[in-house]
Each structure stands twice: as structure tokens, then as C-alpha cells.
């Protein structure tokens, strides 16, 4: 039996540190001949990584980085997917001692231009089939503070400037070179700086310090139960929190080997993968298993000893599917770009429970977490709904202190006296302790995994000349959890038609990201709203579950 409060101790005394160093964290501290990844191909073809390979090319890039001037506390954004070339950006990074911002594959320009210029970035490393996004036009300005880095095979886009190659420059630099070297920031030091958006106003920036990782790891033992023998694969993208912490950060402080799968999502593949690879310890989005279980073509059966999801709450169905289908139970995770995971139904030997029906589990070592009133900052009765929060007095794992330069907005998820964060959840908590999802108590939609704040594509909507204002909400999805479905109020005398609400979808697949485009538009004569000129979106939901 594990001592669970001295492991966390022992985690925090790891990473919690005056003089930690990211770099030897997550690669050198580790044996140069273990596997940290192995990056499977479409074609299942599959290349491993080890530590020691790690730490050359990244010494090379971060050594290439310093020739440009990059400093440590210097943000390098990437525009990349799942590949041995972001693992080695990443170190690269870190290794210089300097900020990553991730950018997801599916943003569109406007989006990618906000958080380069919100984040001050230097540089910026893309994809060759995401570099045409960052080419001078409406909403990248022809004179831009940043250098594009351009990674993998291929013809790129010309995008009217200097473009520099990712090989080229490892090629170029060697790993012993003085910029090469590893940089200590501390515990405090910045390590990611992540957007997440919510109702209303521009993204905001979530810093990510060093320390940050003892919380990755111990969910990583703890929650998903990640051993030395497991074949572990986490399928969510990088570009989001779960995918950047827990299939990229998390196995990396850990030692632990995993799956990246340089490849787009389909079932056939997942199956292919899950079976070639002997996956036994997978963890996605509801909605990979959802697509699972409604693809009908045969594959061979798989038999996990783990798996676990995390964005959104499982459905009944799902979870009888994957007890018959993948041998095993999935079991349910929540957390927050904010914190990572923190109220789970865990794996570990010494915390699995006989976890009631929906209910997420309870709050991992480290973590202390209630359900205060509505109306006060006093603990709920059990089974009574209200607001879920952390107590920070008492969560010794917790590392988010605020948004970048963004006070008020700090201020909002923290109780007057500091005691709690408030994480912006509704929920229950049973008279054992198991905590229970109700609702957001915001109006962030959650598709596939992926947290969309409808102000973003509202934002979009608007720009349309012939839109007086437009509200998203999310509705009901099989598949998806929720879709983007838009209210649109047009000017005087223009008539919406199927032929607009395709224009308004390409529109917001143009200027915001390809995965957020409202799946149907309602054209309306007004929103509703309060006195106060609030839109009540719950009467919109209503209106788009009637049809």
C-alpha cells in the first residue's frame, strides 16, 4: 500500500523548487535509453523516442532558439499536431527556458493572430499544412514582431516573408553549444501560458508555472493509474489543457511511455492502434468513445485495464458499451484549464471506489474540494446542488493563482477572503463524499471535448454585414455532447435563407476555428433578454431543443 499524503510530499518536493528546471524534469533526469514516446504514422508504421534523443535535438533547437534571439521568459508559440518534431519544439523551449503557447490545429487566423500578439511571442512553429494560416491579410498584419519556424516534410505555403526550416536549424546548431543548455526558472517560472475563454470578453491567458507538474504526475499515478508496463495512449490534442497535460507533460515528468498518433481522428484507426500497439491504458473525450461505439465495421476485439475520459460527463450508455467492449468500465475525470484534474473516479490501487452511477469521483491527493450555496460561501448539505470549489488553503497541488493581467477576472474566481476558487461549475455532493456534475453555471459549450466560449463565435457572427446580433448556445449531441447552434437577428429587410446560414458558417470557420461553426442558424426578430439586456440563452436552448 502506497503512503498517498508522502508521495504527494515527495512530488511536491520534486517539482516545487527554487532552482527547478524544466528540461531535467521532464528528459534528463530520466535514463537516455528509455522510450518517452513512440509517434505512430496512418499507416501504423511507428518511430520511438527516447530520452536521450530528446535531449540532443531539443539541446540543438534550444541552441538554434538563443541564436535568435529568444531569451528565457521569451513566449514560442506552436502551430502543430501530435509529432516527434513538437515533442522536440517543446523541450526546445523549455530547455531555453522560455514560455510555450500552444495554438490549436483547427484555429483559424484571427484566432492564432490574437493569442501570438496577447502572448508577445517571438516565435512561432508551424505545421507546413498550418503555415498558409499565418500569412499577411486581414487579420495578420504584413509587419509582425514574430519568425515563423516551419516543421515536417513537404512544399509549405509561401507566405509573403521569411520562412525558417525546423531541420535545418537542428542541423545547424549542435547540442553542446552554450544556448543548448538547460535553463532553471524555478518552481514559479513560467512554463505554458494556455487561452481559455468563457461567456463574455476576449480569451484569457492561464500562466502555467514549473510546479504545475507535480500536480500532472500525481493525477497521472493517481487518477489514471499510468504503470511501468502499461502501453498508455492519451488520444486528446495538444493544443488543448488535457491533451498538453496529460499526453504530453504528465508521461514526460513521469517516465512514463506513450502513444502519440501523428494522424487525424477516425474509429477505424483508434481501433488499429488500440490493437497493433496493445493499448492498456487509454484515456480520451467522450466523444472518441461515442464514435467508438456507433462505428458498426468489425475490428479485433480489445480488452483494456484502464480507461478513462475527461471533458465532459459520460452517458449511461457508453458506459455499459465499454464494460462488454473494452473489458473494462470507463471511468469518469473533471478538471479545468485552470488547475488540470482534481475531482476524478481514480484508478490507483488504494483509491478505487465502488463509484455511485454519474457520479465524477472525489477529489485527488492533494486536492480539497466542497459545494458552497448559491447564495453564500458556506459548505452545502449533502445532495444539495450548488457552486463546486477549491479550497486553496487546503489543496497543496494546486498552482493557478490568476489570469495574466486580467485582475477583475481574477477576482471573479476567488471568494472575497481567498479561501475558495470557484471554479464556475454547478454540482452535488452525496453524503459519502462522491462529487456529482449538474451544470455550468456560465454558458461555455463543450463539443467533442473542446470548451468553446460563445462570445468568440458570437464575436464572428457580428462581423457579417447583414447580422444586428447573433447568440450561440450548445444543444444535445449523440456524438458530440453538445453542438454550436446560432441565433441570428438580420437587418431590416434581409431575409435569412439556407444560402446566408452556409455563409455564416464558412465565415465562422474562416475567422475563428474550423471545429466551432454553429451546425444550424435560427434566424430571429429579436434575443431574448433580461431587463438588464442580458440574453437568456436558456431560452434559446429551450427554443433549439423544440426544433
Known amino acids: 500500500m502506497v503512503d ?35 509517434v505512430v504514422e496512418s499507416d501504423l508504421s511507428a518511430t520511438d523516442l527516447t530520452y536521450g534523443d530528446l535531449r540532443e535535438r531539443s539541446s540543438q533547437f534550444a541552441a538554434a532558439l538563443a541564436d535568435l534571439g529568444v531569451e528565457p521568459g521569451d513566449h514560442v508559440a506552436t502551430l502543430m499536431g501530435k509529432s516527434a518534431d513538437l515533442v522536440v519544439a517543446l523541450l526546445g523551449i523549455w530547455r531555453r527556458g522560455a514560455v510555450h503557447v500552444p495554438l490549436f490545429t483547427a484555429f483559424a487566423s484571427p484566432a492564432i493572430a490574437f493569442r501570438l500578439e496577447a502572448s508577445a511571442a517571438k516565435i512561432v512553429i508551424a505545421d507546413r499544412d498550418q503555415v498558409a494560416k499565418l500569412a499577411p491579410g486581414t487579420d495578420i498584419p504584413a509587419d509582425v514582431p514574430w519568425r515563423v519556424i516551419v516543421a515536417g516534410s513537404g512544399d509549405a505555403a509561401d507566405i509573403g516573408r521569411d520562412v525558417l526550416d525546423f531541420a535545418a536549424l537542428l542541423a545547424a546548431h549542435g547540442a553542446d553549444e552554450p544556448g543548448g543548455q538547460a535553463v532553471a526558472v524555478g518552481s514559479g517560472g513560467r512554463l505554458v501560458q494556455l487561452f481559455t475563454s468563457g461567456t463574455t470578453g476576449t480569451p484569457k491567458g492561464v500562466p502555467v ?70 493499448v492498456t491504458n487509454f484515456a480520451a473525450a467522450p466523444t472518441v468513445y461515442r464514435s467508438l461505439k456507433a462505428d458498426t465495421a468489425p475490428h479485433t476485439p480489445v480488452r483494456l485495464r484502464r480507461a478513462s475520459s475527461a471533458g465532459e460527463p459520460l452517458t449511461p450508455d457508453v458506459l455499459e458499451w465499454s464494460q462488454e467492449t473494452l473489458g473494462v ?44 450555496r448559491e447564495d453564500s460561501d458556506e459548505i452545502a448539505e449533502p445532495g444539495e446542488v450548488g457552486r463546486v470549489a477549491i479550497d486553496v488553503q487546503a489543496s497543496p497541488l494546486i498552482w493557478f493563482t490568476g489570469y495574466v493581467d486580467a485582475p477583475e477576472k481574477t477576482a471573479e474566481r476567488f471568494s472575497a477572503d481567498g479561501r475558495w476558487y470557484l471554479t464556475g461549475d454547478a454540482g452535488k455532493v452525496d453524503e459519502n463524499g462522491f462529487f456529482f456534475f ?80 454553429p451546425r444550424a442558424v435560427h434566424f430571429v426578430p429579436h434575443l431574448p433578454k433580461t431587463p438588464s439586456g442580458k440574453v437568456q440563452r436558456f431560452k434559446l436552448r429551450q427554443a433549439g431543443a423544440l426544433g
Not at 253 to 269: E, K, V
Not at 341 to 359: C, G, K, Q
Not at 489 to 501: H, K, P
Open 209 to 278: 508555472p514549473v510546479k504545475a507538474l507535480a500536480s500532472f504526475h500525481a493525477y497521472l499515478e493517481f487518477g489514471l493509474d499510468v504503470r511501468e508496463d502499461d502501453v498508455f495512449w492519451n488520444a486528446a490534442d495538444p493544443g488543448w489543457a488535457y491533451g498538453l497535460y496529460y499526453a504530453l507533460l504528465g508521461p514526460l515528468a513521469a517516465g512514463r511511455r506513450s502513444l502519440l498518433l501523428h494522424a487525424g481522428f477516425s474509429p477505424a484507426l483508434t481501433w488499429q492502434v488500440l490493437d497493433t500497439f496493445g
Open 4 to 38: 498517498i499524503a508522502n508521495r504527494v510530499q515527495e512530488l511536491l518536493e520534486r517539482y516545487d523548487t527554487a532552482d527547478a528546471c524544466a528540461a531535467q524534469l521532464l528528459c534528463d533526469d530520466h535514463p537516455a535509453d528509455a522510450v518517452a514516446f513512440t
Open 438 to 517: 449538474s451544470s455550468r453555471d456560465d454558458d461555455v459549450i463543450i463539443m467533442a471535448g473542446y470548451r468553446i466560449g460563445p462570445f468568440d463565435v458570437e464575436s464572428v457572427l457580428v462581423m457579417h454585414p447583414d447580422v444586428v446580433e447573433a447568440a450561440v448556445v450548445g444543444l444535445p449531441d449523440e456524438l458530440r455532447g453538445e453542438v454550436l447552434e446560432a441565433f441570428v437577428v438580420l437587418q431590416e429587410g434581409i431575409e435569412g435563407d439556407d444560402a446566408l446560414e452556409t455563409e455564416l458558417q464558412q465565415l465562422v470557420k474562416k475567422k475563428y476555428a474550423a471545429h466551432a461553426y
Open 329 to 372: 468500465t470507463v471511468r469518469d475525470q473533471y478538471g479545468q484549464t485552470e488547475h488540470g484534474m482534481f475531482v476524478v473516479d481514480a484508478w490507483a490501487d488504494d483509491l478505487r471506489e465502488n463509484t455511485p452511477a454519474r457520479s465524477m469521483g472525489k477529489p485527488l491527493p492533494g486536492w480539497t474540494c466542497a459545494v458552497l
